[in-house]
């Protein structure tokens, strides 16, 4: 993992220095909510239907145990409503439950004291405080963490596949150019007021596992005919209102010049991107509308940086080692605890199916952790998991783990002799449920529970839709299907990518669900990105779950033998699915919501 | 940077001295088209602070056109923009109404190096410390 410098250690501390300033100077009077506004963004404080909402960057999804611990500390001691508060926002929901056609049962309990890994790989605490946030960003700083940029019109957390430099299809470890961007695209005096957010992945692998078509900037690596390391880039891929696959810019752009090349593209961003309208600000909207116009204006600035500007971004061979040398294989141990595991048992045989995967190198590999399970909110941590995930990597994985984007968490450091015992830890912890890429490892984002952005709820959507799809027989007989879940037009569940997605609508001041059908984030399983047709006029909350089910039996009925559900979906076309879905709605709802 | 309260802002620069670029001119052509010969200063518009564009037409102005006169920042100037500024090549800045220049200093004094290069230090960090550590290794 990368270690910081001095240098980096300094800066992170000084960044939560100049927050604490703001801050003060805003309960001074000095600063208006307004101009704080952009400002805490920038350092990834929200204000949210109850509390602010801090997310923490943790870039390119790599964690270490310590950094673990400390956010296991925010969780505990600082991710806690006052009684009063905690009350309040129930009491808000269970009301807003109640106004919800045929929800029966009460509203789930707001949970706090946990941290919430997010699809871009950061973690986010929903109850601290705006007067405990300068504290908590010099704690993080302490271990090398922070939250600069995670949110506001920047360049925001940088992400990777999650198997960088440990995948069998890895082509280049992009962790080291991803770590150099993150540096670069930091306080950046010129691109700190973009247009719109704007967001870069890497791939480093033959499988894209980092969704890249999705992306402001995607950057797959390959290599040219010399030999040498690069990337074939990507411009204007986005989800929200208008959902839109990146376009290939450059077919190869060598890893030295990479830098001087974003700059040139962020560049003619800054100055043509639109300010006038928040919904076409993105520069999908800019590459869309120019085409090829784009592409030459970010090869000619491209040029002038490196004729003219003298290229002065150039990644040196130096920095390149310097930081390179961070991402070396660790030192490794095997841990060899004992264990009671039967072997051959279905549910670890499960288990090893689903949830290990194949490493670079021999008699290694790498192990999920499910973080979608009954009575939780997908991809949620309390404090004490948190603790005992920071033991587990200490143990198995050379201390180190990885979010990733389907908010789970991945040890990839594990002896093969060691899976039986860190299997029966996992699961100790609750934590080895064989379903990553059933139909249970849902994405979801916090929804209408904690977010103010949200026009839907759809935390107790994915908690419903986990408790109908308990059996394991059942779910490895349906094979893996993406369920995309988001509350909102802003994507942050990336509904438009899942094989089934929901969409929380706001219709009358009640929840509402779009779904669509045939999305693809760019895997193997799902084929190269696309965003997902939507099967007709929305759902009400109590018609969803019942609406998953109709999808899933017709694809039970007309699938052929071993067929994947996307792959059906494909074959047969939407129609069917769409009259089964249709087909599932309440008879008194479907007159309400004429 | 010269930092200018609101109501200090008129000054007796000759009008032919000066030079206010829109925020979607196309510099390229102003320059080409001689716009900025003779002038001593080029005052960017913030129409919000939030709008970044004279940022990047700054960073031209200096280091693509080589302009050496003085860049003016007006507009919605805060004081959190300011080094921004300062490191994307103005060289003053007009402070929006009511904003008090009281906590600026400490933001310039605050960070005394910063990643990527910019109008000041135009190479990044790797590259200067590359530099310091080839200046020890000879001395």
């Known amino acids: 993992m ?18 604490r300033d703001q801050l003060e100077r805003w309960e001074r009077g000095e600063m208006t909510d307004d101009q704080l506004l952009p400002l805490r963004l920038q350092n990834g404080w929200y204000i949210q239907r109850y509390a602010p909402m801090a997310r923490i960057a943790v870039p390119y999804g790599e964690i270490s145990s310590l950094q673990l ?16 508060l905690l009350a309040h926002a129930q009491a808000t929901q269970d009301a807003l439950q109640a106004a919800q056609p045929g929800l029966k049962l009460k509203a789930p309990p707001l949970r706090y004291g946990y941290g919430h890994f997010t699809t871009r790989t950061n973690c986010q605490f929903n109850w601290i405080p705006l007067s405990k946030a300068a504290d908590v960003m010099e704690l993080l700083a302490s271990v090398s963490m922070h939250g600069i940029q995670t949110s506001g019109n920047d360049i925001r957390n940088i992400t990777c596949d999650a198997w960088e430099g440990v995948a069998e299809d890895g082509i280049v470890d992009c962790r080291p150019f991803a770590e150099i961007t993150r540096q670069w695209s930091s306080l950046h005096p010129e691109f700190s007021y973009l247009p719109r957010k704007f967001k870069i992945a890497f791939n480093g692998a033959a499988e894209d596992r980092a969704a890249i078509g999705w992306y402001d900037i995607g950057l797959q690596a390959r290599t040219n005919e010399a030999g040498e390391a690069g990337f074939t880039v990507l411009v204007g891929g986005g989800m929200g209102r208008t959902p839109i696959v990146g376009a290939v810019v450059r077919e190869f752009i060598v890893w030295h ?6 700059e040139a593209i962020v560049r003619v961003y800054n100055s043509y991107g639109r300010r ?16 090829q116009g784009f592409i030459d204006a970010v090869e000619k600035e491209y040029r002038a940086i490196v004729d003219l500007d003298g290229a002065p971004h150039t990644i040196t061979q130096a920095e390149f080692d310097r930081v390179a040398s961070h991402f070396v294989v660790p030192e490794l141990k095997a841990a060899n605890l004992p264990s009671n595991v ?28 499910s973080f979608k399970r009954v009575g939780f909110n997908p991809g949620d941590a309390d404090g004490d998991t948190l603790d005992a995930l920071a033991l587990l990597a200490e143990q198995f994985s050379a201390a180190e783990a990885r979010l990733t984007h389907e908010q789970n968490l991945m040890l990839p450091w594990v002896f093969e002799s060691d899976l039986p015992a860190l299997y029966e830890a996992a699961r100790k912890l609750g934590l080895a449920q064989p379903n990553i890429g059933l139909l249970t490892d849902m994405i979801s984002c916090p929804g209408g529970d904690f977010c103010s952005l949200a026009n839907a709820r759809s935390l107790h959507i994915a908690a419903a839709l986990t408790e109908r799809y308990q059996d394991l027989d059942e779910l490895f007989d349906l094979g893996p299907i993406d369920i995309h879940m988001s509350g909102c037009i802003n994507s942050c569940g990336h509904h438009h990518s899942g094989h089934i997605g929901i969409l929380g609508v706001d219709k009358d001041g009640k929840e509402w669900y779009q779904i669509t059908l045939g999305g693809a984030d760019g895997s193997s399983l799902s084929g190269p990105a696309i965003g997902g047709k939507v099967v007709g006029p929305s759902f009400s909350a109590a018609e969803v779950p019942d609406v998953i089910e ?4 017709t694809f039970r009925e007309l699938r052929q033998p071993g067929e994947l559900f996307i792959d059906a979906l494909r074959r047969i076309g939407h129609d069917p699915f769409k009259q089964a879905a249709n087909g599932a709605r309440h008879p008194k709802e479907a007159a309400l919501a004429d | 940077m010269h930092i200018l309260a609101h109501h200090e802002a008129a000054d007796g620069l000759a009008a032919d001295k000066t030079l206010e670029i829109a925020n979607d001119a196309e510099l390229a052509d102003l320059v080409a088209g001689g716009a900025l010969d003779g002038i001593e200063r080029v005052t960017l518009h913030f129409p919000k602070f939030t709008d970044g564009r004279a940022y990047t037409q700054a960073v031209l102005l200096r280091r693509r056109y080589h302009f050496r006169g003085d860049i003016r920042a007006t507009g919605e100037v805060l004081i959190d923009q300011l080094v921004h500024m300062h490191r994307s090549g103005f060289t003053s800045a007009v402070l929006a109404e009511g904003v008090q220049a009281g906590a600026a200093q400490r933001q310039f004094d605050r ?5 990527q290069g910019d109008v000041l230090e135009p190479r990044p960090l790797f590259a200067r410390e590359a530099l310091q550590q080839a200046v020890l290794e000879a001395a």
């Open chain 1, 257 to 262: 010049q990479l830098l001087n090349y974003i």
């Open chain 2, 111 to 115: 960070y005394a190096a910063f990643y």
């Open chain 1, 69 to 84: 611990r400390t956010l296991g500390r925010i969780a505990r001691e600082y991710d806690r409503p006052t009684p009063e």
């Open chain 1, 342 to 369: 039967d072997a051959q048992g279905q549910l670890y045989q499960r288990w090893l199916k689903q949830n290990v995967r194949g490493h670079k190198l021999a008699g290694m590999k790498t192990v999920t952790l």
């Open chain 1, 2 to 19: 990368y270690q910081y410098t001095e240098f980096d250690q300094q800066f992170v501390k000084l960044r939560a220095q100049q927050f």
């Open chain 1, 276 to 291: 006038d309208n928040k919904w076409k600000a993105r520069i999908k909207i800019l590459v869309k509308s120019e085409g």
């Open chain 1, 550 to 553: 109709a999808l899933i039996d």
